[in-house]
């Protein structure tokens, strides 16, 4: 699997801490540490194993202790009460030395074999490294590959990560960049898991999922109480993105705040659907007054003030019966403000961000370029655009963009689409600098670019 004889120089010099998590592992701890250790010693580094026992009720302890006596690289720690799964990679990490560090499930279902590659990806940037597990599929492990599917999908629903396995019991991680998360973590269980992720990922840190081969054994008996713990997790789950407002939850409040006027109620849904709301709003900042420049019905509006209650939001649109349906739900919240005008005639307000989501292409190209210079002008110094439009690359995806355009405004002008890389010449020859484009993640209907530009001196 492997080509490269050692890691590179930087883990040499720094090192790296495994830490392995036991409860009831005494039936395969040895063979385990065995295979770890010869993994270790074909590349020749700096390394630490840091047991933590949650309290064993068979004899993982006196195999721990025989270990550690044999290797003064091992380490241990023993818990005198059940601590759950959290909580036991907490205390390994309070105890390692070293800036690099991992931890893997002691009965290696994931193998041993990955923990380069997992480095590798820290080494090249990134802060996090996930596993994704591919299962191997039997009819008695049927209903945990069920239940895990399900979890996920709920997960991806209400939380918004655009990872695929937020569970597995293999991460490897930078300490400095994880431990203001740490600090925060408040399940200490199996949810500690995917609140770790969700908590990186909504904190900007570099993650990156790495597909692993999942072999269930089938000579030990599972910690894992697969219906309680399971049914333990998706409580967690609600309780979390419920107290942290996290996609989910404030899309699924939008709708509920629209239920008795069915137009609004349509619109709201077909674009939570179609646009990548969660991946939009952590493009922008988090407090300052923000522009929403053509805001239709508001939802995005919406979006952003219900996820910040920093940000002073206010949506601007010259539809009549569109700013009526956008201020439906909002009633006496502070933050948020609708405002009946043409953007290409009503002056802006100062301000820190704008947002011009699937507006700038209802315009000309001459009527662009003004509304973005517009925009430079009101917006304060290091004040960003965020602009949200379709990519005219004549994919299949592309044409259905325009089908679903004149499915959501009907009366409005001819479209003109400009590739991404028009759009960056655009902002720069205005002044905008640091330009980038991303290709949202959003559903494969429809062809979206994200473009951000700052404003700086």
């Not at 239940?147 to 490897?172: A, M, R, V, W």
Request: net charge positive.
């Amino acid at each position: 699997m492997f080509t490269s004889p050692r890691f590179s120089q930087s883990l040499d010099k720094t090192g790296l801490s495994l830490i392995l998590p036991c409860f009831n592992e005494a039936g395969y701890l040895w063979d385990s540490y065995k295979k770890i250790v010869a993994e270790f010693q074909k590349y020749k580094i700096d390394y630490e194993i840091i047991f933590i026992d949650d309290q064993s009720q068979d004899n993982t302890v006196e195999i721990i202790k025989k270990i550690q006596a044999g290797d003064n690289r091992v380490k241990y720690k023993m818990h005198h009460k059940n601590q759950g799964r959290g909580q036991t990679v907490m205390d390994g990490i309070r105890i390692a030395k070293n800036d690099t560090i991992g931890f893997l499930d002691a009965d290696l279902e994931i193998s041993e074999k990955y923990i380069k590659i997992f480095v590798k990806k820290l080494e090249e940037g990134y802060d996090l490294a996930i596993a994704k597990r591919s299962y191997t599929i039997s009819v008695l492990a049927l209903h945990r590959l069920i239940l895990s599917k399900g979890y996920h999908c709920l997960e991806k629903i209400l939380l918004g990560l655009p990872f695929n396995d937020t569970q597995s019991g293999y991460k490897f991680f930078i300490r400095s960049k994880i431990n203001p998360i740490l600090t925060k973590i408040v399940d200490k269980n199996w949810f500690w898991d995917t609140e770790i992720v969700a908590r990186s990922y909504y904190n900007d840190l570099k993650i990156v999922q790495i597909p692993v081969i999942f072999k269930r054994r089938l000579d030990k008996k599972s910690t894992v109480k697969i219906f309680s713990d399971s049914w333990t997790s998706f409580k967690s789950l609600w309780q979390f993105g419920k107290e942290y407002k996290f996609p989910g939850f404030v899309t699924t409040k939008l709708v509920l705040s629209v239920k008795n006027d069915i137009k609004a109620l349509i619109m709201t849904v077909l674009k939570i659907i179609l646009f990548p709301f969660a991946q939009m709003e952590k493009l922008t900042p988090k407090k300052g007054k923000i522009l929403d420049l053509g805001c239709g019905e508001g939802t995005f509006t919406k979006y952003l003030a219900e996820t910040s209650q920093n940000r002073q939001v206010i949506g601007i649109d010259y539809s009549i019966g569109r700013i009526s349906k956008a201020k439906i739900g909002v009633m006496n919240k502070q933050n948020i403000k609708f405002i009946l005008g043409d953007i290409l005639k009503i002056s802006y307000p100062k301000c820190d961000a704008v947002v011009l989501s699937d507006t700038l292409h209802h315009f000309n190209h001459k009527n662009q370029k003004f509304i973005l210079t517009k925009c430079y002008k009101a917006l304060r110094t290091d004040g960003m655009i965020l602009i949200r439009d379709v990519n005219p690359d004549g994919s299949l995806k592309h044409r259905l963009s325009k089908f679903w355009d004149d499915i959501l405004y009907p009366d409005a002008e001819p479209v003109s689409y400009l590739p991404p890389k028009i759009w960056v010449n655009i902002l720069t020859k205005i002044g905008f600098n640091t330009c980038s484009t991303i290709n949202a993640r959003s559903w494969p209907i429809i062809s979206t670019v994200l473009i951000t530009a700052k404003k700086s001196i």
